[in-house]
T-cell receptor, first 114, second 116 residues
Framework: GESVGLHLPTLSVQEGDNSIINCAYSNSASDYFIWYKQESGKGPQFIIDIRSNMDKRQGQRVTVLLNKTVKHLSLQIAATQPGDSAVYFCAENAGSNSGYALNFGKGTSLLVTP | EAQVTQNPRYLITVTGKKLTVTCSQNMNHEYMSWYRQDPGLGLRQIYYSMNVEVTDKGDVPEGYKVSRKEKRNFPLILESPSPNQTSLYFC???????????????FGQGTRLTVV
């Protein structure tokens, strides 16, 4: 899961397995959440989003789960592929009073092994 | 192709020499912002703009300036760069959704700045 510190938490999975990346958020007013994927040398790329009136949303091979009670977000990647190796960030929108502000987690490094 | 374009991609400069990093988006987005990314600190917002001529400070604005004279462009200005501004910088843009910003942000490819 997400954490502070110099070293990113790393999740190592075998190709074909499912991956679960976790994220905890702190602002109970946050009502919009996004998962981003960042490959080496590139900018963050949108994967999937979810609003606070939902607890689950599915995309192509990805599912995001939102548990507002414990302020927890997860990204599930089905049948993980080598191309999924990257750093994954969750981001929360801090609410209308903060203007355009996405607060990012520190990231989790996903390593897919053959 | 919809994209956010930053220039330059790499820049090495000396302390105190003014520089500008340009950002342009072709998606007619209202919102644009600048982030810096540092190891262990993640992505932190420097400045953002909700529309033309409307800008505001993010979490780490010290030492930076921005301007939004046109909807598509949002340059980041370092008037007197210092070594602690060595970082990877990203520009991002998004639509303004219903009741404020509720849409994904599109990011540029990044500008790696080194100040010596």
């Amino acid at each position: 899961g997400e954490s502070v510190g110099l070293h990113l938490p790393t999740l190592s999975v075998q190709e074909g397995d499912n991956s679960i990346i976790n994220c905890a958020y702190s602002n109970s007013a946050s009502d919009y959440f996004i998962w981003y994927k960042q490959e080496s040398g590139k900018g963050p790329q949108f994967i999937i989003d979810i609003r606070s009136n939902m607890d689950k949303r599915q995309g192509q091979r990805v599912t995001v789960l939102l548990n507002k009670t414990v302020k927890h977000l997860s990204l599930q990647i089905a049948a993980t592929q080598p191309g999924d190796s990257a750093v994954y960030f969750c981001a929360e929108n801090a609410g209308s009073n903060s203007g355009y502000a996405l607060n990012f987690g520190k990231g989790t490094s996903l390593l897919v092994t053959p | 192709e919809a994209q956010v374009t930053q220039n330059p991609r790499y820049l090495i400069t000396v302390t105190g020499k003014k520089l500008t990093v340009t950002c342009s988006q072709n998606m007619n987005h209202e919102y644009m912002s600048w982030y810096r990314q540092d190891p262990g600190l993640g992505l932190r917002q420097i400045y953002y703009s909700m529309n033309v001529e409307v800008t505001d400070k993010g979490d780490v604005p010290e030492g930076y300036k921005v301007s939004r004279k046109e909807k598509r462009n949002f340059p980041l200005i370092l008037e007197s760069p210092s070594p602690n501004q060595t970082s990877l910088y990203f520009c991002a843009s998004s639509f303004r959704g219903v009741q404020g910003v509720r849409t994904e942000a599109f990011f540029g490819q990044g500008t790696r700045l080194t100040v010596v």
